[in-house]
């Protein structure tokens, strides 16, 4: 049976698989530890706020405490997850230049339903809470959200030939991931109102179960698989990988001009600490719900969530709109950045319910920088050095997140007595990192797209013997 070149519904129920557990997973630690701590059941109510019939001081330090405790959570199970998955990262997803994208996407699957079925485990037999950290550590072994999408966003770039199909089919990708995670977000609530957690990491775990399945037996390979290197000396495998990681991405940089390196290097930081700022302030948002004075419930947690989702929709729509006009790519940047930054330092003062929701308006292209500046990288880079390239986004997105939900959890539990809302201003702050580095891209004002088009063509030129002569021993997987 002939395979399909179609990974966008892998995304997509990888997306809704994920974002069905995800409000919950600090729900459920805030639960326990509430009950840890208080020894009181968790107070459940249909009111929007929770505090209004619980306003003591008694009540009010038992929020900080349990505030506190789960932020530091967050930051424990970051720090002993984040390392392996970074190494997994870099390694996989530019080992995929020579041996296939989908060991990139298929091993992070796999991760990920250990983490599930191991959270479905704790909460069914009420296990011990921090269990949960070394599930995350095993589960990280196999890569991380990273990894899986640097090797669907490899997976696209093999696929697509000219710089606007890349541009649109990647922010399509953004666009599909924030819709069936906004499906799932608003369900999340109704489910766990009326089936407790369980229900949902079982449902969870199923759809991971199909996607994995998919992956391997219908999903088809893009790269052709060069021959299969001489064994090492000792008959080790794992050296031949690391050999070829390494040898790939020295290429990314060694083979291109110092114009063209420049360029990779400012987009990649601009990217990294956009990602810092933005995944570090919207991290930190579901415990800001939870504390006082709103004190939300989970199904408006799960509004909340899903309203924050379509922002995925507006970026798409707002990326294709501003492309379809001609608007330059690193304006489009900008105003992505501007819409976090305005969206952040509202979310700090907000105080009320209905404010809550409202922030969520300035914030609508904030994801529009992501897709837009993935294409501009892969534009820049040869063909035969786009996983190489996505291996480093994807390495410095995974450490951007790791890092910043830990920095910004200590943060948060360092600050949520005096003023809970620091973080958010934080997070606004350090956009203006990536708009100083946005301005020196501009500066530069080459055109590298012909740059590399020229060098590119000597390349093919230079190795068509060669593929000519490897033509025949290629295998497609």
């Avoid at 989702?309 to 900008?334: A, D, E, K, N, W």
């Avoid at 790791?402 to 360092?414: G, L, R």
């Amino acid at each position: 049976m002939k395979g399909l070149f179609l990974v966008e519904p892998i995304i997509a129920l990888y997306a809704f698989a994920s974002f069905l557990i995800y409000p919950l997973v600090q729900q459920y630690v805030y639960r326990r530890l509430w009950q840890e701590l208080t020894n009181t059941t968790y107070p459940i109510s249909d009111n929007t706020s929770r505090c209004a019939t619980n306003s003591s001081s008694n009540h009010s330090n038992h929020h900080e405490e349990v505030q506190r405790q789960a932020s530091l959570f967050s930051l424990y199970t970051e720090l002993f997850s984040s390392i392996p998955s970074l190494a997994v990262t870099l390694v996989l997803v530019a080992y995929s230049d020579r041996r296939g994208r989908k060991i990139t996407i298929i091993l992070p699957l796999i991760g990920t339903l250990i983490y599930t079925l191991s959270f479905l485990t704790v909460s069914y037999f009420e296990l011990n809470l921090y269990l949960l950290i070394g599930a995350s550590l095993a589960s990280s072994l196999f890569g991380g959200i990273g990894t899986f999408l640097g090797g669907c966003f490899a997976y696209i770039a093999d696929l697509c030939e000219d710089g606007r199909q890349k541009t649109l089919r990647m922010a399509g990708v953004d666009m599909v991931i924030g819709l069936l995670s906004g499906v799932a977000s608003l369900s999340t609530g109704y489910f766990l109102r009326a089936a407790g957690f369980n229900w949902p990491f079982i449902t969870s775990a199923l759809c991971q179960c199909f996607i994995l399945l998919y992956a391997v037996f219908i999903l088809e390979e893009t790269v052709k698989r060069a021959p299969v290197d001489a064994v090492a000396l000792d008959g080790s495998p794992q050296q031949s990988a690391m050999k070829q990681m390494v040898y790939g991405v020295y290429q990314l940089f060694a083979g291109a001009s110092r114009t063209c390196n420049t360029t990779v290097v400012l987009l990649l930081l601009i990217f990294t600490t956009f990602s810092f700022a933005n995944i570090g302030g919207l991290s930190m948002i579901t415990l800001y719900e939870l504390n006082e004075p709103l004190c939300w419930s989970e199904i408006l947690i799960g509004y909340g969530s899903a309203l924050s989702t379509t922002i995925f929709l507006t970026s798409f729509v707002g990326v294709s709109l501003f492309t379809y006009c001609g608007v330059p790519q690193l304006l489009i940047i900008l105003i992505g950045i501007l819409s976090v930054v305005s969206g952040m330092i509202l979310v700090a003062f907000a105080k009320t319910t209905l404010l809550m929701f409202i922030v969520r308006v300035p914030m609508l292209l904030a994801i529009m920088p992501f897709p837009v500046l993935r294409s501009m990288m892969s534009k820049i880079v040869s063909k035969s050095e786009q996983g190489a390239l996505f291996a480093c986004v994807a390495f410095f997105e995974s450490l951007s997140s790791n890092i910043s939900t830990a920095v910004f959890s200590s943060v948060y539990a360092a600050t949520v007595a005096w003023f809970p809302g620091f973080s958010f201003l934080l997070a606004a702050g350090l956009c203006v990192i990536p708009i100083a580095l946005l301005g020196v891209v501009g500066l530069l004002g080459v055109d590298v797209a012909k740059e590399v088009q020229e060098s590119e063509t000597l390349i093919s030129e230079e190795e068509e013997p060669a593929e000519d002569q490897n033509d025949n021993n290629a295998l497609l997987c």
